[in-house]
């Protein structure tokens, strides 16, 4: 199969490390991705799903990453099935072991889904927690702790992630926004994407559908 066919499980030949996202977790109820995301596994890229932690059928939340996105060996995303209350005179879970007294202590705490937009870079084990929305051109470091909400186009490192510096300029970020580029017909992209590989914005705009 090809690369340029979002459905291939395996987009480079001879590396079963590198695995398109997309087909590799269809079906998956909690977890969204678009396409041409992969996934880099020294171990195995069908076991990303053990990279999304407390992902509990009974709780409404959800990990949804966009396209073209490339995510590491070791990243991984926690959803809100591994809160506690921290409000409360104890942060210990009684209700869950069934012994302890009342069964419903109220809502349990919900910060909402994951969100990760477009042609995102999510480095070697980084972690995004609940209710972060990641956007479109960030770069997440190596190790990094991703707490609150990262703006299109900038590096966040650290725990807890903190902005390092933007990505592109102002200008080629707010263009590269505009184009929206990952949604572009595959052949449109596929001619583009020496383009993309350059810090030329003017190149890219020659290709938009």
Known sequence: MSALDPETLHP?????????????????AK?????????????????????????????????????????AHGASFVLNGGNHFADRLSSYPFPVFG?????????????????IGHDVWIGWDATILPGVKIGHGAIIAAKAVVTSDVAPYTIVGGNPARPIK???PEDSATRLLELAWWDWP????????????????????????
């Open 12 to 28: 480079v030949p001879g590396q079963p490390s590198m695995a398109y996202l997309k087909p590799l977790i269809a079906g998956h």
């Open 31 to 71: 977890i969204e991705a678009g396409e041409f995301t992969y996934i880099h596994s020294f171990d195995d890229p069908a076991r990303f799903p053990e990279q999304v932690k407390y992902a509990f059928d009974f709780i409404e939340d959800k990990l949804v990453i966009g396209k073209f996105c490339s995510i």
């Open 99 to 115: 012994e302890w007294g009342e069964q419903d202590p109220g809502a349990w705490p919900n910060k909402g889904g994951i969100e």
């Open 166 to 168: 933007a990505r592109l």
């Open 186 to 209: 595959v052949e449109h992209i596929r001619a583009a994407s020496d383009a993309l590989m350059k810090a030329d914005i003017a190149a890219l705009e020659q290709y938009a559908p």
